[in-house]
């Protein structure tokens, strides 16, 4: 029989307390020095060896850890750097968060995680040049801990497809015959030093791939393959299925391949399709690296067994790094007793991946544990659902808009906000001191509606049409509804990087989700008990409320959407019951969740969709839906748009200069848009004349009576002081297109 072995991917960098958050941001802000940034990564990076090697893995990674982020070090690995960053004083950080004068790559979302990627920017001036000192270095240092690492490296297929042209014509795919030389030195260099083993990630080949980028696959690694002196390779794939490219890897001269078998199951059919990996090591990814929920150690232990006989050696590991998962389980103190035995961190899956591996060696038998499979059913939630059906549809958009019109009375040109205002200190502190309990509830509830009423006044004496009450008593979208849903839970030290030293704590929705009491019913009817204009109602979607937590995995997303918005279409049913008469549901990451593959993003846009519908198809006519997104490209899911149902959809657009209306209208897209006409992003106030302008590229594109006007996105982040100046003159800019078109 095999001896199976383990591994893992990769795993989280941040340390228990965010340790690396506090030391990078102080020597930022020139409070320690370089130095010491530096003794604290390297005691964190010591820290997860010591537990990796302690915990029982067999084989442990390094190089994982990264001071901002991976792709961005292997920017500096491959001497990436672009030219403007030279003079910088800290090359490193000026990539990642610019410089004087000297704008940041930018950022974007590492796959379909919430984790971001600095984007690599290549171009026909690109000059690669090695620079191998930190996977050596990192390498040196676990050996002198007694820890023989396997380096892990972003692979050169990859690193060139992740990155963007720095002219129009240029496909950075030209540039990876190069790139690969410079990663062959790499190994080679890596092998001198004794490595024995590297990990070559290879994410993107999850998602669609061209038959020139599969020939460069082939290309890359018979080459890398093919090093007369070289570590073993082992070529990383996951966060789905990998398609054609199985085919090209298992004839490649590598050692080993990695292949996510809890996001894509299939790959087991495709391995099995193709006569195994005769020859080669699996390691094979059947512990959810990007989820909390424990292994079901049967359902492992199968699909181990089923793999046993499609490789030479098999190794047990997570689906991909760590990195997108907290740290330990065992910081929480406050969890619901019957949620705990559910869930896994990091460190608790490295445990899995071990004891996964001494089951299939015969050293250990793994007993189920019941608590470990319990579910969190709500037979209520699910009896109205099945009654529910998909609701019954809204009257025909037309229909409604002269009902609505004709109740809401707005003018052509109507103005508003995305809904938060500036969160100013005091409103913070606020928060921070009820949950402190140094406040009560009603000397809370009445600094809050002290903030509603200053934000109701200064949006009436700027003159705005459709109010709000600016959100003070949210500290965020989602985590605000999921702290008050039923099925949710939050936790106290869950930290996982978003980017560089942003780290979020995302709620587990755990079981099925219902809604004990009204929202934000309290808020909304006491704004608009101070304001004779319309007050619009705020909620986050049912995608987003998804996207930006961990979700049970024991039913199809699409399920759980549906329970999110049966919670959602209580709560607009109690904001119109108490006189609200629009209500926007902000669906931000409707793109983010998209699926890698093309072939899988139908079905995903119908529940995506359908859910929206759900939550908000049961108002009265005269009720105005309005959704946002924060971007403008919309892409494939530009046809979605419409299918929301939703009244006015307000997008960003300062940035992109309106050129999104007519790629909507083009669409089929008909109802109400509000492209943004200032991008809140920065502190720049928008003239006046640069917003009417704005405002009539809109007005030839669209109907003035469908054309809202508001800022990009929602202005919790902004100041007062931009605030008030920028609201004035998009308001001015208002009347005076909405007088020219009159
Ligand atoms: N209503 C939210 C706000 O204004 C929307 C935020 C978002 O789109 N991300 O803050
Ligand atoms: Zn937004």
Same mark, same amino acid.
């Given at each position: ?19 690396? &958050? ?86 974007? &979302? ?23 000192? &930190? ?608």
């Amino acid at each position: 029989m095999n001896q199976v072995t383990t591994t893992i991917l990769g795993y989280p960098r941040i340390g228990a307390h965010r340790e690396l &958050k506090r030391a990078t941001e102080q020597y930022w802000a020139g409070r320690i020095d370089a130095g010491s940034l530096r003794q604290t990564a390297a005691e964190l990076r010591r820290q997860t060896w010591r537990e990796l090697s302690s915990a029982g893995l067999d084989a442990v990674p390094s190089n994982t850890f990264s001071l901002y982020d991976h792709v961005l070090d292997t920017i500096a690995l491959v001497g990436a750097t672009p030219e403007r960053f030279a003079g910088a004083a800290d090359p490193y950080f000026a990539m990642a968060r610019g410089a004087e004068g000297v704008a940041p790559l930018e950022m974007t &979302k590492w796959f379909d995680t919430n984790y971001h990627y600095l984007v690599p920017e290549l171009g026909p001036e690109t000059r690669f040049q090695l620079d191998w000192s &930190k996977p050596l270095a990192e390498y040196g240092e676990a050996l002198q801990m007694g820890i023989e690492t396997r380096p892990v490296l972003l692979g050169p297929l990859s690193f060139v497809l992740l990155a963007k042209a720095t002219t129009p014509d240029f496909a950075p795919l030209q540039l990876l015959d190069g790139l690969v030389e410079l990663y062959a030195e790499l190994l080679e260099r890596l092998a001198a030093a004794g490595v024995a083993q590297v990990q070559l990630d290879e994410p993107v080949l999850a998602a669609d791939r061209t038959q020139e980028e599969l020939a460069a696959l082939r290309r890359a690694y018979a080459r890398l393959g093919s090093l007369s002196s070289r570590p073993r390779l082992l070529v990383a794939t996951y966060f789905g299925q990998i398609g054609p490219a199985l085919e090209i890897l298992a004839h490649c001269p590598v050692e080993a391949i990695g292949l996510d078998f809890v996001s894509s199951p299939a790959n087991l059919e495709a391995l099995a399709a193709i006569g195994g990996l005769p020859g080669k090591t699996l390691v094979a990814g059947v512990v959810d690296g990007r989820n909390v929920w424990r292994t079901d150690p049967a359902r492992a232990l199968a699909t181990c067994a089923a793999l046993l006989g499609l490789c030479d050696r098999l190794v047990v590991s997570t689906s991909c790094s760590l990195l997108h998962v907290p740290l330990d389980l065992r910081a929480e103190t406050s969890l619901e007793p019957r949620l705990r035995p559910r869930l896994a961190f990091a460190r608790q899956k490295v445990d899995e991946v071990v004891r996964l591996g001494r089951a299939l060696n015969g050293e250990e038998t793994i007993t189920a544990d019941s608590g470990a499979t319990e579910r969190f059913l709500n037979p209520r939630v699910r009896a109205r659902l099945d009654a529910l059906g998909q609701g019954t549809p809204r009257a025909p958009h037309a229909e409604r808009l002269a009902i609505q019109h004709a109740g809401l009375v707005l003018p052509p040109l109507a103005t508003t906000t995305i809904g938060s205002f500036p969160q100013t200190g005091e409103v913070r502190q606020a928060r921070a001191d009820l949950r402190a309990g140094s406040l009560d509830q009603a000397a809370y509830e009445r600094r809050m509606e002290a903030e509603i009423d200053r934000v109701i006044e200064l949006q009436e004496d700027i003159g705005l049409d459709v109010l709000v009450h600016g959100e003070p008593e949210r500290n965020d979208m989602v985590q605000y509804f999921a702290e008050q849903l039923d099925g949710y839970a939050a936790t106290e030290h869950g930290w996982v990087q978003s980017y560089g030293t942003r780290y979020v704590r995302p709620p587990i929705l755990f079981g099925d989700v219902s809604r004990p009491e009204p929202m934000t019913v309290r808020w909304a009817a006491y704004a608009q008990s101070r304001t004779n204009k319309p007050v619009k109602g705020m909620l986050t979607g049912p995608v987003t409320m998804l996207a930006w937590s961990f979700v049970r995995d024991d039913q199809p997303l699409g399920d759980t959407a549906r329970q999110v918005a049966l919670a959602l279409r209580d709560e607009i049913h109690d904001l119109e019951a108490a006189g609200i008469r629009i209500i926007q549901v902000d669906e931000p990451a409707l793109r983010e969740l998209l699926p890698l593959r093309r072939a899988d993003r139908e079905a995903y846009l119908a529940w995506a969709v359908a859910a929206f519908r759900l939550a908000t198809s049961g108002v009265a006519d005269s009720t105005q839906i309005h959704t946002h997104m924060c971007y403008s490209e919309f892409g494939e899911i530009i046809g979605a748009i419409g299918d929301l149902d939703a009244d006015v959809t307000s997008v960003e657009a300062a940035r992109s200069k309106m050129e999104l209306l007519g790629d909507l209208r083009a669409s089929g897209y008909s109802r109400g848009i509000g492209p943004g006409v200032w991008d809140i992003h920065s502190p720049r106030v928008p003239s006046t004349e640069e917003i009417e302008n704005a405002l009539r590229t809109a007005v030839a594109a669209v109907d003035p009576a469908l054309l809202w006007v508001n800022p990009d996105c929602g202005l919790k982040t902004r100041g007062y002081l931009e605030t008030e100046a920028s609201l004035r003159n998009m308001v001015q800019a208002a009347l005076r297109v909405r007088r020219e078109t009159a």
